[in-house]
């Protein structure tokens, strides 16, 4: 939980994605064609990435800082994450926070909505991949 989560984000009912997914769906009127969808969810991840960047190229409230890991030899593989940096240096001021939630909420609406035109249940999904990572751990990504 970040620093800038309110109990009430921290809540989740069993049913928020599945009312989420009604909700996009009940608004996903004029964009409703796979093609809107597909390109509308590729334009609004390509923003999650802009606020980052303009948090750090127009605000400045944060840096990056990247330099290739020095990971040592001799250490187990659970042990790694010790050496692992973000590389990201300081922290995002509210006005970024703001911009960079909208950006994810809005690539999240048209998640939900590529999830509608195919008849997925986001809602399952999210429980099959949290079950999926939860087995797989640590050699989910590797
Ligand atoms: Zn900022």
Same mark, same amino acid.
């Given at each position: 939980?970040?620093?800038?989560?309110?109990?009430?984000?921290?809540?989740?009912?069993?049913?928020?994605?599945?009312?989420?997914?009604?909700?996009? &769906?009940?608004?996903? %009127?004029?964009?409703?064609?796979?093609?809107? +969808?597909?390109?509308?969810?590729? !334009?609004?991840?390509?923003? *999650?990435?802009?606020?980052?960047?303009?948090?750090?190229?127009?605000?400045?409230?944060?840096?990056?800082?990247?330099?290739?890991?020095?990971?040592?030899?001799?250490? &187990?593989?659970?042990? %790694?994450?010790?050496?692992?940096?973000?590389? +990201?240096?300081?922290?995002?001021? !509210?006005?970024?926070?703001? *911009?960079?939630?909208?950006?994810?909420?809005?690539?999240?609406?048209?998640?939900?909505?590529?999830?509608?035109?195919?008849?997925?249940?986001?809602?399952?999904?999210?429980?099959?991949?949290?079950?999926?990572?939860?087995?797989?751990?640590?050699?989910?990504?590797?």
């Amino acid at each position: 939980m970040s620093a800038h989560s309110s109990p009430d984000t921290a809540r989740h009912s069993d049913q928020t994605y599945s009312a989420f997914q009604q909700t996009v &769906s009940e608004c996903l %009127i004029r964009h409703r064609s796979i093609l809107d +969808v597909l390109s509308k969810f590729q !334009e609004a991840s390509a923003r *999650v990435n802009r606020a980052v960047a303009k948090a750090v190229t127009t605000c400045g409230c944060i840096q990056v800082d990247a330099s290739k890991p020095q990971i040592p030899a001799d250490i &187990s593989y659970w042990e %790694i994450k010790q050496h692992m940096a973000t590389h +990201v240096k300081g922290e995002m001021c !509210e006005h970024c926070v703001e *911009v960079l939630e909208q950006e994810i909420g809005r690539a999240l609406f048209y998640l939900a909505g590529l999830c509608d035109v195919f008849g997925l249940d986001l809602d399952r999904l999210v429980e099959d991949e949290r079950k999926r990572i939860a087995t797989l751990g640590v050699f989910n990504l590797t």
